[in-house]
């Protein structure tokens, strides 16, 4: 039996791009190029190391991974690093477990790492899920035979806000700085010294300050790096490890929440090659103390007759909820009961409401209820909106988007966006990987979606990559990407688009380019019908990446107010009849026709005393263009619904406020940029803490209407049924009465303006270490525009509209002239609530005071 | 193999007045090689194809004299030549200039009295591997030299050697003299390309070799100041001229550099083959006749050799034989009073010292065998303590990244290997507090 199979081997054909070697006796076919040590990794022999990792390029420093090779009959004189060597046809491969040699070279290199290693394993972070105490134990001395002076450094040395560093357990592998300087593009940490004093360092004044520091500590294959956040804080056997899913960006990013006694303490990257391999950006890594801060809500409010609100039973929350909702939908609200009540703190331009609505009240009384699903949903609960505006609502006035937002935007989604995936051929990371060429309009990836920077940087390392991006200026993405710049004044960029050159279309139209297009698109009217002409014209495909993680399956799971589950137009009504079937209403005629109003309009028309309940699900109104508008609206609703996590400018202004499990205290899933599905499981299970869809589903039968959303898995289960519709989307108009593009004046300025990663965002509070590492907010201005309008480099720049200002300091970038950029929501710099103007408005620019 | 009369070769002109100056080097004979390989003999055959370069330095057999001794022309025509793919790019010649090996003082003496001769090397090197840029290493804290070498270098332009269109044929050349901020790891081809790009010296992973990508990824050759400045001796003298010196595997002739116990240290010319016994002839004998204990042939990185080997053939098959290495034919001559210990201690030193840090064993190794040398020439060292040093030797020794290393275990594994005894008498005499006298016995005559 054994002879007739080893014969068999003996004829069988090396397939081609093959060689074939024999490790440890056994018989291995490898492809050309592989790393030995990967090819020991696939026959499940285990070969010690410490710098090699495989997504970094190889090291050969730590020499742990010796072995004994024999190439062409010849044994080569000293042992290989196998972390090095590529395999080769007939090489004899002997690891510690058949070569003396090699066993005791491993030793050996064991017992020099640990002559300068302190050993404090019993206090250290990674004590318990260290390489090289897992290794020391399985291939070490289990005595040390050196009896001099240890090498010591003071500890910990902190090379940012939240990365600190023990150089004494340090063992060089180069895992950080390598990451640092191939992966993330941001060399800040170097080796310095030489021999036993070599250490890893950062230079005077400039910390470790990069956007995925954080990776550096989860590939430390020591205690050498720990984070602010964790250090101390648990040991790893005491923790429950989750898989996770990242509920941040719109890249979706598999992470693990470890946990101990209930509370999350640390996240670390999941291992995902097809979505963010092992990385993560330090958004997502860090940012979860908002779970555990004191402005979670976590009890049902409702607001009493003192105007104040106060705890209750979900029952009594459900009921008064329901009865509310449904009054407003038939417009038998006792107008201003509520409202008048509310305390409005906020409101000095609105004058006694009481009064207002004394003066509508010969008007036709508020009628109908508004959706504002908030951009942070999973699929379910996204579905859960959608299903209730519908069926309990009756309308189709429900919207994701609390962002600039426009009709063009909904007709580009429709066209373009919806129902992609990764198994209908739509860009995936591994299409921006393979791509010859991406073109980010309207996308700073690595403020926006870091892991899509990531993979764009390292398909232009790798595969020579040509990014292009139409900006303002030349931002640490694009540069890191090496990325052409396509300028443009912020508000012309349809028409750059419009008028790109022949070496810039000539690329874009090779076969897989793709064009990155991100939700700011919005705030340019005629930029989504430009990048999807530039798209007809190159035939490059088009990608959407939303900045929040729930935009793109509230999208596909109809919280949209043109759009039905899977894509379906309201207006069609074949469309409705398969959403009425599934969701066993008699006919298409029950589902509402009319397509319905955006987040704004919504807000508008609660506003005109037009609507009279809101349902609000985690809605921040001072994201919205024009918060005071988006407030006006909600203090004029007569009856406001929300379902939030915290507190928040909503809670103010609610009736009754519904607590929502955040994601680690339930299930589901995000559809991420590329419209595949994450899915995620409970990580801690809290009593009382109930998903959206489950609130929802409960309120709706209190409204007695089925919306079976019991759970997430029913929720997503009901959605993946009805699939995709038959009828989608086709053209994208151009937002009519495209306004001319704003040419400043004296002492003026266009503004550009984006978030950046690390900003004033609701899921990043309370983690000060985090915030430490953010990018300074500055005003970014070229030479000869600060020169017109007399700014300094570092002194401070004065941006006023009517309604505000905002005072940065002034940094000299290469922006087109008369442009000036502003973080959008840094600390100090909120553009929107403090100036309430945006992207492609005028301001006026001064020089501040010293 | 009776000591052969030396016609110096490299050395010729040392000794005559400014002999650093073009001029000088002019009148005996410097820049006709040049001539002959880019314009051709006067009234005989034309310029020299670049290929007959390479075949005429592989057929004389040079091997580098940087201490591995690999065949020169045959690194050349590693080079790649051609219009397409790696061969597009620019080639480029690096002089490694970098003499940093204990005891090694050869490449300094001759830029500093024959500069031009490196130059005129540096052009037809060039010239055969189509370079037409150069750049010339020099350690750092060698400043005289570097000043030196600088001003050759300006004479050279001046003169038309380098620059564009040189002696009028259409060959382009520009020499750069590159300061090294004085690491010894420097001196480790990878590891200089990477300083001399602007970065933190260390060695770099093998392959791809500098031949098809070494400085700014380009097809690079690094070769020792001796080897370059043989160069036009051989265009002048021809190979078989060349191979009539020294061996049959390692001809020419070799620059030796005595240092220590000897009457009249400094460098001695001599075809590779001449053993130590008729160099200490020719400087004169061990000073004031105080009998040899022990010598390096090739700097502190080649194991030891003691009187038993004072008829070694010093070539690089010689020395190999006789367990040892050529290295940089630098030899350290240590006579009786030296404690051998204390030599190790402080080689040892300088090992731990001058680890790049890049690898474990040599960083961490060094460091540790250092503790125990200390320990030991302070008499607090044990039996074990000796075995413990053999152990960590063979754990660094072909395990290091680069031959650092391999070279800093050198003199330990030989010092034990020849005189053991010293080290068992340093731990037998056991004292209960450290004798600060002794140490001053230990170091042995001082002048």
């Known amino acids: 039996m054994t002879l007739t199979q080893d014969s068999g081997t003996e004829s069988r054909p090396v397939p081609e791009g093959h060689v074939r070697l024999t490790i440890d006796g056994i018989e291995v076919d490898a492809p050309k190029g592989e790393i030995l040590i990967r090819t020991c990794e696939r026959l499940g022999i285990i070969v010690p190391r410490f710098c090699d990792h495989p997504l970094l390029s190889p090291a050969g420093a730590c020499r742990q991974c010796l072995v004994e090779v024999e190439l062409g009959g010849r044994p080569m004189p000293k042992p290989q690093a196998s972390c090095t060597m590529t395999v ?139 984070s602010a956040a964790y250090r101390f804080r648990s040991r790893p056997f005491d923790l429950v490890s989750t898989p996770s899913i990242c509920e941040h960006c719109g890249s979706g990013c598999a992470q693990r929440n470890d946990t101990r006694r209930g509370t999350v303490l640390r996240r670390m990257a999941g291992n995902d090659p097809e ?467 704003a040419v400043p004046g004296d002492g003026q300025a266009v503004l550009a303006t984006w978030r950046q990663l690390l900003d004033v965002s609701s899921l990043g509070v309370d983690e000060p270490h985090l915030a430490g590492t953010a990018r300074a907010p500055e005003a970014r201005v070229n030479k000869s525009t600060a020169a017109r309008l007399g700014l300094t480099e570092g002194q401070p720049a004065v941006v006023a509209t009517e309604r505000g200002a905002v005072s940065l300091p002034v940094r000299l970038a290469d922006l087109p002239d008369g442009v000036l950029w502003l973080p959008a929501h840094a600390p100090g710099s909120r553009v929107g609530p403090t100036l309430g103007a945006g992207h492609g408005d005028l301001v006026t620019v001064t020089a501040g005071g010293n | 193999m009776a000591t052969q009369p030396l016609t110096p070769v490299l050395t010729r002109r040392w000794l005559s007045p400014h002999s650093w100056t073009r001029e000088t080097y002019e009148r005996l004979e410097g820049y006709q090689a040049l001539h002959t390989v880019l314009v051709g003999r006067a009234g005989g055959e034309g310029p020299a194809h670049p290929d007959q370069l390479i075949q005429l330095v592989k057929d004389s057999g040079l091997r580098g004299r940087g201490g591995a001794g690999f065949p020169t022309g045959m690194k050349w025509s590693f080079i790649p030549q051609g219009t397409t793919g790696p061969a597009a790019k620019p080639h480029y010649l690096v002089i490694n200039a970098d003499e940093g090996e204990p005891g090694t003082c050869k490449d300094i003496p001759l830029m500093m009295a024959d500069p031009h001769s490196l130059i005129e090397g540096c052009i037809i090197t060039s010239y055969a591997i189509r370079a037409n840029f150069c750049a010339i290493y020099v350690r750092g804290e060698a400043l005289h030299c570097i000043r030196r070498m600088t001003a050759a270098v300006r004479e050279a332009y001046d003169a038309g050697y380098l620059g564009k269109n040189i002696l009028g044929t259409g060959f382009d050349l520009d020499i750069v003299v590159h300061a090294g901020a004085g690491a010894y790891i420097c001196g480790e081809e990878t590891a200089l390309l990477d300083s001399l790009e602007g970065r933190r010296g260390q060695p770099r992973l093998k392959p791809p070799f500098p031949a098809t990508a070494g400085l700014y990824a380009a097809p690079t050759v690094v070769n020792n100041v001796e080897t370059i400045a043989s160069v036009p001796a051989i265009v002048a003298g021809g190979s078989e001229w060349f191979r009539s010196m020294g061996t049959e595997k390692s001809p020419g002739p070799k620059i030796y550099s005595l240092s220590g116990h000897v009457e009249k240290p400094g460098q001695y010319e001599a075809p590779l083959g001449t053993t130590l016994r008729e160099l200490l002839d020719l400087a004169g004998g061990m000073k004031d006749g105080i009998p040899l204990k022990f010598w390096t042939p090739g700097g502190s990185s080649t194991p030891l050799f003691t009187v038993e080997h004072l008829d070694v053939p010093l070539d690089f098959e010689g020395a190999a034989a006789a367990g040892s290495m050529l290295g940089t034919t630098a030899l350290m001559i240590f006579n009786e009073t030296v404690s051998v210990p204390w030599a190790v201690m402080k080689w040892t030193e300088f090992y731990k010292h001058e680890s790049c840090g890049k690898c474990t064993p040599c960083r961490e190794g060094c460091y540790w065998l250092l503790q125990i040398l200390e320990r030991m020439v302070a008499g607090e060292g044990t039996e074990t303590d000796i075995d413990t040093m053999l152990d960590v030797c063979d754990n660094i020794l072909g395990r290091s990244f680069c031959a650092l290393g391999d070279g800093a275990v050198s003199p330990i594994t030989s010092g034990i290997k020849y005189f053991r005894q010293e080290f068992l008498d340093l731990c037998k005499a056991q004292p209960a507090v450290p004798r600060p006298d002794q140490l001053d016995d230990l170091v042995g005559a001082q002048s």
């Open chain 1, 88 to 226: 080769a046809d007939g090489m004899v491969v002997k690891t510690q477990h058949t070569s003396k040699v090699a066993d005791k070279a491993q030793q050996g290199v064991m017992e020099l790492l640990l002559i300068n290693h302190p050993l404090d394993c019993p206090i250290c972070d990674k004590g318990g899920e260290c390489p090289l105490q897992n290794q020391a134990m399985s291939g070490g001395r289990a005595d040390s035979r050196f009896i001099d002076r240890k090498r010591t450094f003071p500890k910990p040395l902190p090379i940012s806000t939240q990365v600190l560093l023990d150089r004494e357990r340090c063992v060089l592998c180069q895992r950080c700085t390598r990451f640092s300087d191939e992966i993330a593009g941001d060399p800040f940490i170097e080796l310095l010294e030489r021999g036993s004093n070599q250490q890893i360092g950062v230079a005077q004044d400039k910390p470790f300050q990069s956007y995925f520091s954080g990776n550096t500590i989860q590939i430390c294959p020591v205690g050498a790096l720990t």
């Open chain 1, 275 to 741: 979505v963010n391999e092992e990385w993560n950006c330090d958004k997502g890594r860090f940012a979860f103390r908002y779970l555990t801060s004191t402005g979670r809500i976590t009890r049902p409010l409702v607001r009493g007759a003192d105007g104040a609100l106060t705890e209750t039973s979900w029952t009594e929350a459900l009921r008064v909820a329901a009865e509310g909702l449904l009054a407003a939908r038939a417009g038998t609200l006792p107008v201003a009961a509520t409202t008048a009540e509310t305390p409005l703190e906020l409101a000095e331009g609105v004058e006694e409401p009481a009064e207002v609505v004394e003066v509508v009240e010969p008007k036709e009384p508020p009628k109908g209820i508004g959706v504002l699903a908030g951009g942070r949903l999973t699929v379910a609960d996204a579905y859960a909106y959608a299903k209730f505006a519908r069926l309990a609502g009756h309308t189709n006035d429900v919207d994701f988007r609390v962002r600039a937002q426009s009709s063009e935007e909904l007709e580009f989604l429709a066209a373009h966006v919806v129902n992609t995936s990764p198994e209908a051929g739509g860009v995936t990371f591994t299409g921006l990987e393979h791509a010859p060429s991406v073109l980010c309009v309207a996308l700073d990836p690595e403020e926006e979606a870091g892991t899509v920077f990531l993979r764009l940087r390292k398909a232009n390392r790798h595969r020579g990559l040509r990014v292009f991006h139409l900006g303002q200026w030349t931002t640490p993405s694009v540069a890191k990407t090496n990325a052409t710049l396509i300028p443009a004044v912020p508000g012309t960029e349809p028409t750059v688009l419009a008028q790109l050159g022949s070496e810039v279309l000539d690329v874009l139209g090779q076969e897989g380019s793709v064009l990155l297009v991100g939700d700011r698109a919005a705030e340019v009217p005629g930029l989504f019908a430009a990048v999807a002409e530039l798209a007809g014209r190159t035939g490059a495909k088009i990608a959407w990446v939303p900045r929040r993680a729930g935009e793109r399956g509230a999208l596909d799971a109809g919280a949209v107010p043109t759009l039905l589950p899977g894509g379906r137009p309201v207006t069609d009504a074949g469309a409705r009849a398969e959403v009425a079937e599934a969701w066993g209403l008699s006919g298409a005629d029950e589902l509402p026709a009319e397509p319905g109003r955006s987040t704004v309009e919504i807000l508008a028309a609660a506003a005109a005393g037009e609507l009279a309940g809101l349902l609000v699900g985690g809605v921040d109104p001072y994201d919205l263009p024009d918060p005071e508008a988006a407030l006006a609206g909600l203090r004029a609703a007569p009856f406001v619904v929300s379902l939030e996590l915290h507190e928040s400018a909503v809670t103010e202004l609610a009736d009754v406020v519904l607590p929502v499990a955040p994601d680690v205290n339930r299930d589901g899933s995000y559809l991420n940029w590329e419209g595949r599905i994450r899915e995620f499981g409970v990580t801690l299970r809290e009593p009382g803490m109930l998903a959206d869809c489950r609130v929802l589903d409960t309120l709706a039968v209190e409204m007695d209407i089925d919306l079976f959303t019991q759970t997430p898995a029913v929720a997503a289960a009901e959605l993946r049924r009805l699939g995709q519709g038959s009828v989608i989307g086709t053209g994208v108009h151009a937002t009519s009465g495209t306004a001319e593009p």
